[in-house]
């Protein structure tokens, strides 16, 4: 029993060599247990990474405020999670009246439209983690009636210009900034039976990896207490 408990807690507890670790990115939405780990997520972003996310390089104090004040009944936030239950990308979708928007006001004839911003840590790029977000948040959108996604980043934005160009989005630069929207089909059986499933599975795999992560715990906190 020993020998089984050991190598269990051995894999469970197993940590990568920073920016080796390879993972299936699958797409979740998330809810309001999963706050602290958004707020751990925006406070591991580098400066540099908070200028292209926020515009500006925002301190901790007001990071822990946004991440308060997220409305997930209102907006649509998405999450991927790595080996070791740490949320390495995060898409936010938020929706608006079309008058709040004035760049994409003429492009819809529907009442509202959808900005969307995306982080992804260090660690995890190069995997498609950004894009897998977008796709995501472009299907939630079509689903919802909502035929136009809007993105407004820094002209310097490397990963959300190469997205945005490899979506097809329009794309308007003035003074180092730049807007960006996508026209988007109406919903049928397929796009609605798609995001179903993409959910079910990342649903699946959070679970394995929630219930790994209690058992690593579990054994760590057992293994304290047969060596006091």
Not at 1 to 6: E, Y
Not at 9 to 21: F, L, V
Not at 30 to 54: I, Q, T
Not at 78 to 83: I, M, N
């Amino acid at each position: 029993m020993n020998l089984i408990t050991n190598a269990f807690s051995r894999w469970t507890a197993r940590e990568p060599e920073k920016g080796t670790e390879k993972f299936p990115v699958r797409v979740k939405e998330l809810a309001e247990r999963d706050r602290r780990r958004l707020l751990n997520h925006f406070l591991a972003l580098p400066d540099s990474d908070r200028l292209l996310r926020f515009g500006s390089v925002l301190p901790d104090e007001l990071i822990t405020r946004y991440v308060q004040k997220l409305n997930f009944a209102r907006d649509s936030i998405f999450g991927v999670y790595d080996t070791n239950f740490r949320l390495v990308g995060v898409g936010h979708l938020a929706f608006a009246p079309r008058e709040a928007l004035p760049a994409v006001r003429d492009a819809t004839t529907k009442e509202r439209v959808a900005e969307f911003g995306v982080s992804v840590l260090p660690e995890a790029r190069g995997m498609g983690v950004g894009s897998r977000l977008f796709e995501r948040a472009a299907i939630h959108c079509r689903n919802a009636d909502v035929d136009t996604l809007y993105m407004h980043c820094l002209a310097s934005n490397r990963v959300m210009m190469h997205i945005a160009k490899k979506s097809g989005m329009k794309i308007e630069r003035s003074y180092g900034e730049a807007d960006a929207y996508l026209k988007l089909t109406p919903p049928d059986a397929a796009s609605v039976l798609q995001e179903a499933m993409q959910e079910q599975v990342a649903v699946f795999d959070y679970t394995l990896k929630a219930n790994a992560r209690a058992a690593s715990k579990w054994l760590a906190s057992l293994s304290k207490t047969h060596q006091r």
